[in-house]
């Protein structure tokens, strides 16, 4: 049961991700084709760029989204693939702690820094 | 291909390569499966380097500055190819699991329509759209060589 429930967690991550990372792959590397979300002549990763996103809210919160979703689904997945291989119990159990504390940490750092950002930008 | 004769499975990890009769379908799931691990290597360490950007101006322009090599480029563009291929094989995935897009069970009466018949050009269409993803991401790449 619950790893049914972790599965329909990966899917719907994957979903969610499909959203969110198609919209930052679309700021990132289409926008020389769409021409909407960056200033013209500009990179997406110029500084002038980046604190736009960042002093936005829309976009603190949906990178914080996209971090957790993403690292649940990728490190599942990983979690998945090891488990294929039929480790001992002990392995198992000491694989997703290893994998937790990871996601957890960082989860914690990257929402630290779209925190942290999103208040830098604001003063700029 | 190694086909199993009633013999234990010996393969080890050469069985991820091929393990029997496998089809399109198989395969891909396995390219699912590599650039799940490549995406997933490239995020951790994206992490990294785009808190960087919460130090202000300077630490970011030299964490950008690390990373705008030619050859970070090339591999920045091969992420992008891996997320396309990912994505839409992700969303065909979802729905076959779902039971969308793979046929109703009929009776195996010969001539008959297998599920393969049904969701190859599911595959295929997938395949597709992923090629004109990495179309357009690839005008901007070559556009930052220039």
Same mark, same amino acid.
């Given at each position: 049961?619950?790893?049914?429930?972790?599965?329909? @967690?990966?899917?719907?991550?994957?979903? #969610?991700?499909? #959203?969110?990372?198609?919209?930052?792959?679309?700021?990132?590397?289409?926008?020389?084709?769409?021409?909407?979300?960056? /200033?013209?002549?500009?990179?997406?990763?110029?500084? %002038?760029?980046?604190?736009?996103?960042?002093?936005?809210?829309?976009?603190?919160?949906?990178?914080?989204?996209?971090?957790?979703?993403?690292?649940?689904?990728?490190? !599942?997945?990983? /979690?998945?693939?090891?488990?294929?291989?039929?480790?001992?119990?002990?392995?198992?159990?000491?694989?997703?702690?290893?994998?937790?504390?990871?996601?957890?940490?960082?989860?914690?750092?990257?929402? @630290?820094?779209?925190?942290?950002?999103?208040?830098?930008?604001?003063?700029? | 291909?190694?086909?199993?004769?009633?013999?234990?499975?010996?393969?080890?990890?050469?069985?991820?390569?091929?393990?029997?009769?496998?089809?399109?379908? /198989? !395969?891909?799931?396995?390219?699912?499966?590599?650039?799940?691990?490549?995406?997933?290597?490239?995020?951790?360490?994206?992490?990294?380097?785009?808190?960087? /950007?919460?130090?202000?101006?300077?630490?970011?322009?030299?964490?950008?500055?690390?990373?705008?090599?030619?050859?970070?480029?090339?591999?920045?563009?091969?992420?992008?190819?891996?997320?396309?291929?990912?994505? #839409?094989?992700?969303?065909?995935? %979802?729905?076959?699991?779902?039971?969308?897009?793979?046929?109703?069970?009929?009776?195996?009466?010969?001539?008959?329509?297998?599920?393969?018949?049904?969701?190859?050009?599911?595959?295929?269409?997938?395949?597709?759209?992923?090629?004109?993803?990495? %179309?357009?991401?690839?005008?901007?790449?070559?556009?930052?060589?220039?």
């Amino acid at each position: 049961m619950r790893d049914q429930r972790l599965w329909t @967690w990966h899917v719907g991550a994957g979903l #969610v991700i499909l #959203v969110f990372l198609g919209l930052h792959m679309a700021i990132m590397h289409v926008d020389a084709i769409l021409g909407v979300f960056n /200033r013209p002549g500009s990179e997406a990763i110029d500084w %002038a760029n980046v604190v736009t996103r960042a002093r936005s809210a829309f976009f603190m919160v949906t990178y914080v989204v996209l971090l957790g979703m993403a690292l649940f689904h990728g490190l !599942y997945g990983l /979690r998945n693939i090891l488990f294929e291989l039929n480790p001992g119990d002990g392995l198992k159990k000491g694989l997703s702690v290893l994998l937790t504390v990871v996601g957890v940490g960082l989860f914690g750092l990257g929402t @630290w820094a779209a925190w942290a950002s999103f208040g830098l930008a604001r003063t700029l | 291909m190694l086909q199993n004769k009633g013999r234990p499975n010996r393969l080890g990890v050469a069985g991820w390569l091929g393990g029997g009769s496998w089809g399109v379908e /198989r !395969y891909l799931y396995t390219l699912h499966r590599v650039t799940g691990l490549g995406l997933l290597a490239y995020f951790l360490m994206h992490i990294g380097v785009t808190t960087s /950007r919460a130090f202000g101006p300077e630490t970011w322009e030299r964490a950008m500055g690390a990373v705008s090599g030619p050859l970070f480029k090339v591999g920045e563009y091969l992420v992008f190819l891996a997320f396309a291929f990912h994505a #839409v094989n992700g969303v065909r995935l %979802a729905l076959v699991e779902l039971g969308i897009g793979i046929g109703k069970p009929i009776e195996p009466v010969y001539p008959y329509r297998t599920s393969v018949d049904v969701q190859r050009p599911l595959a295929i269409g997938v395949m597709i759209l992923a090629a004109v993803i990495a %179309a357009l991401g690839g005008v901007q790449f070559l556009e930052s060589f220039r």
